[in-house]
């Protein structure tokens, strides 16, 4: 494994033998970039090569000692990019839109991989939660899957759905992309069952195999926010033998045990949800 003069650009082998050499790629170059990885989730720099920085606010051992910079940045922009030349346009020549756009296609097939490693690795709790988090990012391949949401505290970038365990194991994620731009969700944009109803659906039992197999028909429960819930999502659930409640800031309870009441005005309890929900007395 050689250094590049230009990472990302120059093909190993082209140049001369005067590049740093670091020797044969092992496991362990994986199991470092995999904890480099979370330490930059849980500290934030304003680079990338922050993280090796020796400078008194900077300086992280830890992550010097793991793995050189040089090495890092080669595994990274060489093998674990996600760009793609081959992705179908949005747009074909004649201005219609292409059936096979895929806002995900950079992803899909890590995302599908990753999730039926997480599903298959667990076996599921009685509970579950459900939510979306966005994730800030500046990156120009996230650019067909960023959104903007003024109501949170990341207000531009991507937006990741997942059900975890109660332990906050993720069982499975899906970055979403859309009802037009996803191929798995377009078919359904015009689904009487409505379009959050039948993404929530798609996360929990079409996104991983391993997943619906284990919670279909296991009677387990799912927790979620109410801006994901109605009545047609909690009945659709329940045929599948699962059954989901969901909290509000009024601290309400809503459940498939309940029977739902029509939603009220934004001037009354309730007016923000889908449907006003029932009291946990």
């Known amino acids: 494994m050689k250094k590049s003069a230009t990472l990302g650009r120059v093909t190993l082998g082209e140049r001369s033998e005067e590049r740093n050499t670091y020797g044969m790629f092992e496991e362990q170059h994986i199991d470092g970039m995999i904890g480099i990885f979370i330490t930059m989730g849980l500290t934030k720099k304003v680079r990338m090569r922050k993280h090796w920085s020796r400078s008194a606010h900077d300086n992280y051992p830890l992550v010097q000692k793991c793995m050189p910079r040089d090495v890092f940045e080669l595994l990274y922009c060489r093998f674990l990019h996600c760009s ?84 906050s194991y993720s069982l499975t994620s899906s970055v979403d992309g859309g009802m037009k731009g996803d191929p798995k969700l377009r078919p359904y944009m015009d689904c009487p069952l409505g379009r959050t109803t039948r993404h929530v659906l798609h996360v929990l039992l079409g996104e991983c195999g391993v997943l619906r197999q284990k919670i279909d028909g296991s009677g387990l429960f799912i927790a979620m926010d109410n801006y994901f819930t109605s009545p047609t999502l909690f009945e659709c659930l329940a045929s599948h033998d699962i059954f989901a409640w969901a909290g509000s800031k009024d601290i309400f309870l809503i459940s498939t045990i309940h029977v739902a009441q029509p939603a009220k005005g934004k001037e009354e309890a309730g007016g923000i949800d889908h449907f006003k929900p029932l009291p946990l007395s």
């Open 84 to 167: 793609d030349p081959n992705a179908p346009e949005r747009l074909l020549p004649d201005g219609e839109e292409n059936p096979d756009y895929d806002s995900k296609w950079h992803i899909r097939e890590l995302e599908e991989i990753l999730n039926t490693a997480w599903a298959a690795n667990v076996e599921c709790d009685n509970w579950l939660s459900y939510d979306e988090q966005m994730i800030k990012t500046v990156s120009k391949y996230s650019s067909k899957v960023s959104f903007y949401c003024p109501a949170k505290p990341i207000k531009h970038g991507m937006k990741l759905l997942a059900a975890c365990d109660i332990t």
